[in-house]
């Protein structure tokens, strides 16, 4: 974990860094998939830190769920093939940190994308975690991903492992209270 990835302040003078992101998740053939808003924390040359409430209703994925009012913290890489968020309930309690595997991040102006590509790693607070998505990623790979996209994307999971194991994931940079970025990440 890079220093700046647990400072949670903006860049001093420069308020670009505290006005609201769009997020646009891309799916590998370009479509738009998920897209939400948020708050933009902190950017430097290699990351971007960013909040935002899930709006939508309750999502049961089998080993979490996700209740409309959870609060994420998200780290989006410009130079790794995966992006963190560290999800925590309305009330403060940490589920765990959702990591998607994915073309390393690009933003422009109020936009940030990612390209998915189908891994993702779910860690529960107690550091266990659990692959996901790897069937589909083995169906891609063998049909539509080059050979960089399966390096990259092997990479990026293997990292994040790494970084489970190591406990070196990145968290939220304060103690107490989730305080939230609001419904429209304000």
């Excluded at 891994?119 to 550091?127: F, K, S």
């Excluded at 050979?147 to 999971?157: I, K, N, P, S």
Aim: glycine share 8%.
């Amino acid at each position: 974990m890079t220093a700046s990835e647990t400072h949670g302040a903006p860049i001093s003078g420069d308020d670009n860094h505290t006005r609201p992101l769009v997020v646009q998740k891309l799916m590998f053939d370009g479509s738009k998939s998920y897209r939400w808003v948020g708050r933009e924390i902190q950017r430097d040359d290699d990351h971007l830190f960013f909040t935002a409430v899930f709006e939508r209703d309750g999502r049961d994925l089998g080993y979490v769920r996700f209740e409309k009012g959870d609060v994420f913290y998200e780290w989006y890489y410009f130079d790794r093939w995966y992006n963190v968020f560290q999800v925590y309930s309305k009330d403060g309690a940490l589920k765990g940190w959702y990591c998607n595997v994915t073309h390393p991040a690009k933003v422009d102006d109020a936009e940030l994308t990612f390209v998915d590509l189908a891994l993702d790693l779910w860690v529960w607070p107690d550091m266990r975690y659990l692959v996901l998505d790897e069937d589909e990623f083995a169906e891609l790979e063998a049909s539509t991903y080059s050979a960089e996209d399966v390096q990259g994307a092997r990479q990026g999971l293997a990292e994040l492992i790494e970084r489970t194991e190591a406990g070196t994931l990145p968290s939220r940079p304060f103690v107490g209270p989730v305080p939230p970025p609001g419904p429209t990440g304000g």
